[in-house]
């Protein structure tokens, strides 16, 4: 098996409240758009803003500069704690059925 086609087991999902911890953007809080598992990046809404230069086309006849997101590495995020609104680690356990599921390691609450 070769680097390119391992893919990591990653603890965020689409949908999840991050704060990020490290970068330009350090301190922003906002969900979790799109998980890259083959780089072990994700994008994050409002975060990580670049300007990105468009020819015009169909959709936008003028053209220009467009801002949008890019993506950030998963080391810098970190889910935000459902019960404390803190960030936290995320840790699995077997719930009451004996289905796996996401917790915060701060407070034990499930991750939804």
């Known amino acids: 098996m070769n680097k390119e ?9 689409k949908g999840d409240l991050v ?3 490290a970068g330009d953007s ?8 799109e998980v890259i598992t083959k780089t072990n990046r994700a994008v994050v809404e ?10 015009p086309n169909a959709a936008n006849p003028n053209g220009g500069i467009v801002k949008k997101e890019a993506s950030l590495h998963i080391s810098n995020l970190m ?3 459902p019960k404390s609104g803190k960030p936290s680690r995320v840790g699995i356990k077997k719930d009451d059925k004996g289905k796996l599921v996401r917790v915060a390691k701060k407070s034990g609450e499930e991750i939804k």
């Open 46 to 55: 409002g975060a990580n803003m670049v300007s990105k230069h468009t020819k």
């Open 5 to 13: 086609t391992k893919v990591a087991k990653l603890k965020v999902r």
């Open 19 to 21: 704060k990020i911890i």
């Open 79 to 81: 889910v935000i704690d």
């Open 26 to 33: 350090k301190g922003k809080e906002g969900k979790i758009l």
